[in-house]
């Protein structure tokens, strides 16, 4: 399992921390502290994209390095990043949502770390951000926006379903909060995996 021991001042990537849309797989940061309680181990990071949440020993994946080919990664590390993200598995479309972010990718719009967004703004939203910019895959960026709807309403659906199990008030705020958290996770997932 990637989680080395870390002390100040080390360089360090987060590969996976739970529930948080804030610091995603591959942000990088520096710690700045190491503090043991209760046997979980809290690293303070100083994170490059301004956060400063801690890695916790229990529920977080990092390392001092991002993985670069998809066999260096343990079984372990795979069923471990699994059953932190099972929701994932369990209330989304997977299989169409590994097609979307190859469409995403294969259009060049965005680099992966920043495809969560496509997975829930719909077709309206992509034409516009896009009206006046220079694409270089018209074709894929074509398929994109054919199942930009489609991505948006499966986002809609998977995380209503969610709030149900959970009994979580199915407010639009909710929605919304849930609806972020989990584009973020399903993008992790298809990077990580």
């Known amino acids: 399992m990637r989680k080395p021991d870390l002390k100040k001042g080390d360089r360090v990537v987060c590969l996976n921390m739970n ?3 804030s610091v995603v797989f591959g942000d990088w940061g520096t710690v700045t502290s190491v ?3 209760k046997g979980i181990t809290q690293y303070g990071v100083n994170w490059d994209n301004g956060s400063k949440l801690n890695l916790l020993s229990d529920l977080d994946i990092w390392d001092t390095k991002l993985p670069r080919k998809k066999n260096r990664l343990t079984e372990d590390d795979k069923n471990d990043f699994f059953m932190k993200n099972i929701d994932v598995f369990k209330y989304f479309n997977m299989k169409f949502f590994k097609k979307y972010l190859l469409m995403v990718r294969d259009s ?8 969560s967004l496509y997975l829930y703004t719909g077709r309206e939203r992509i034409e516009h951000e896009f009206k006046y910019k220079e694409i270089s895959n018209e074709e894929a960026f074509e398929e ?3 199942n930009a709807d489609r991505a948006q309403a499966e986002m809609i659906n998977g995380v ?6 959970k009994n979580i008030e199915e407010s639009m705020e909710n929605v919304n909060k849930y ?3 989990f584009a973020s996770k399903i993008a992790h997932t298809y990077i990580y995996l």
């Open 35 to 37: 503090v043991s309680v």
């Open 108 to 115: 060049s719009i965005t680099n992966m770390l920043g495809a």
């Open 179 to 181: 609806v972020h958290r």
């Open 19 to 21: 529930n948080e849309t």
């Open 144 to 146: 994109v926006l054919e």
């Open 160 to 165: 209503i379903q969610y709030l149900e199990d």
